[in-house]
RNA sequence: GGCGUCAUAGCCAAGCGGUAAGGCAAGGGUCUGCAAAACCCUGACUCCCCGGUUCAAAUCCGGGUGGCGCCUCCA
């Protein structure tokens, strides 16, 4: 099993602290609003991941957190008049449901920032006591950059490289301007929690810190995120955890690639974000996340017209496939858990390629060779063509795929796609039809001309006809 | 400015030193009254450019160019 470390930058042959055991984490949302692609993306990525270490035999502990305490949320508070917590409860609640909806698994552990505060408070007292950290007069507690050595090593970056970018906000005290806040002394009217320098609220990055070791302890196997993250989230919790505890906090950090669109990516600051949910209404979850995977994670995706669509035709072909084989072999033949069976190959090759990096984009091109012999054997009455769909079911459930019932799957894309057809246009359908039946093609084709021009395309086959918005 | 990352056919994309996977679109064919669907066939003398290493480079090294990301919040 290789995975590719962002610390080294190479792809690494993956050995866990513990023997047959995996710790990891994934950073989550900040719930300052709803779910777009990308964080569907990066929880679909990581809960391959856990999957499928699991499947080689690691018994996989996966943590996964919501942000649920920050200056957007204490900003959304503001403008809508619901206390932050309350806001952000719902928010949780409201993405917890579009990622069912998006079918993606819960992680073995969820961890809150709100619930973790004193584990937090007790981190930066630490800190302080370890002279990493110093509170400021105004309440704020900052980490003290220089008192970590190697504070730059997964980003790259030296502490005065960073002086140059970096930004001082009003009211700031910090002793260098590359510290980073641990604890945020409470403005006026703001969310705040007691602590040993006066009300406040913990800064972004001790958050993982704390949990990560109130849920692990010092040391985890994997750590991963969005690769907008590397700089400065990782590298400051990094900074936090091995300050106290001198080991190396994370042995692997990924990083998945962003999703853009029109060549952006997607940001808060940009407003652009393509939610989820709307991305949902059009298309269903197994072509959303066949067009994801389609590409390695560690690549950004750019949103183009169409990528959506075609992955939605793939999913509908393959679909299409297995319920003919259904018909021709039985549905029960074709369950994944029809007990044993299968096809061997289909599934030790998913094995390889997802062993290196998780190459999913691989994994996927398999399916097109895949189905296109299932069809084959199907036509010559082979029924293996049934041991293979079944097997494609078994393993290729691991990427969130193949998992409905092929007729349901099929009605309901059909049903999304067609909408409501006029009456008109049937009129001119089953006038079409009666003119066929009559072998006058000239009408026939006329009446096609103008359902065309409707908008709709009829297509014929041997025993009537049905008509889709084009 | 610093750091990082990417650059492969019209488009998406794999490839990680051994002579360019797969998909979409396009073209041709079979089938069809015509279409559609399905099936079959066709595509990069070459992997942004220039040097170098090597028997061998899209793949490694050096130098360019361009896109994107991070250095404010962000998956």
């Known amino acids: ?6 610390l080294t930058r190479a792809k690494e042959e993956f050995k866990p602290l513990e023997d047959g055991k995996v710790k990891m984490y994934a950073c989550g949302i900040t719930v300052s609003g709803e779910a777009h692609i990308g964080h569907g993306y990066q929880a679909l990525i990581y809960d391959i991941m856990r999957k499928f270490l699991e499947k080689q035999g690691y018994a996989v502990t996966y943590a996964r957190n ?11 508070s503001r403008e809508t008049g619901i206390p932050a917590d309350k806001y952000a409860a719902d928010m949780i ?16 552990v969820w961890l809150k920032a709100t619930e973790n505060i004193g584990n937090i408070i007790d981190f930066i007292e630490k800190l302080i006591a370890s002279g990493h950290a110093y509170p400021a007069d105004n309440g704020d507690v900052y980490f003290d950059v220089t008192s970590f050595r190697r504070y730059g090593c997964l980003s790259n970056r030296s502490v005065e490289d960073m002086l140059d970018g970096v930004r001082v906000e009003n009211g700031e005290q910090k002793r260098n301007p590359a510290d980073f806040a641990l604890w945020k002394a409470a403005k006026e009217g703001e969310i705040s929690w007691k602590s040993p320098w006066g009300e406040g609220r913990p800064g972004w990055h001790i958050e993982c810190s704390a949990m990560n070791r109130a849920a692990f302890g010092e040391q985890i196997d994997i750590h991963g995120g969005g690769r907008d993250l590397i700089f400065p989230h990782h590298e400051n919790e990094i900074a936090q955890t091995e300050s106290l505890t001198g080991k190396q906090f994370a042995r692997f950090w990924t990083h998945n690639g962003l999703i853009k669109v029109n060549g952006q990516k997607m940001s ?14 059009k298309y269903s979850n197994e072509a959303v996340k066949f067009a994801l995977l389609q590409t390695n994670y560690r690549n950004d995706i750019n949103i183009t017209d169409g990528i959506f669509d075609e992955a939605e035709k793939h999913m509908t072909g393959f679909y299409t496939v297995i319920k003919k084989v259904e018909g021709e072999f039985g549905k029960a033949a074709c369950s994944a858990d029809s007990g044993s069976g299968g096809n061997p190959e289909i599934d030790s090759r998913f094995n390889a390629v ?27 009455g082979d029924k293996t063509a049934a041991d293979d769909v079944r097997q ?3 393993t290729y459930s691991l990427l969130g795929l193949f998992k409905k019932d092929a007729a349901e799957y099929l009605a309901e894309t059909a049903a999304r796609r067609g909408g409501e057809i006029p009456e008109r246009v049937k009129e001119l359908a089953a006038a079409r039809w009666n003119a066929k039946a009559a072998r006058n093609w000239a009408e026939a084709d006329a009446l096609r001309a103008e359902i065309d021009a409707l908008g709709y395309a009829v297509k014929d086959s041997k025993d009537g006809y049905t008509i889709t918005e084009k």
């Not at 919501?66 to 959304?76: R, S």
Request: hydrophobic share 45%.
């Open 1 to 6: 099993m290789k995975i590719y470390n962002t």
């Open 268 to 281: 808060k600051s940009l407003n652009n974000s393509l939610l989820l949910n709307d991305l949902l209404d």
């Open 392 to 394: 494609v079911r078994a």
């Open 66 to 76: 919501y942000t649920d305490v920050d200056d957007k949320i204490i900003a959304k």
């Open 93 to 108: 609640e409201n993405i917890d449901r579009i990622m069912a909806r998006f079918d993606v698994d819960e992680p073995t």
């Open 354 to 380: 997802m062993s290196d990096d998780f190459n999913t984009a691989l994994a996927l091109s398999d399916l097109f060779g895949i189905f296109k012999n299932i069809s084959r054997k199907t036509a010559a």
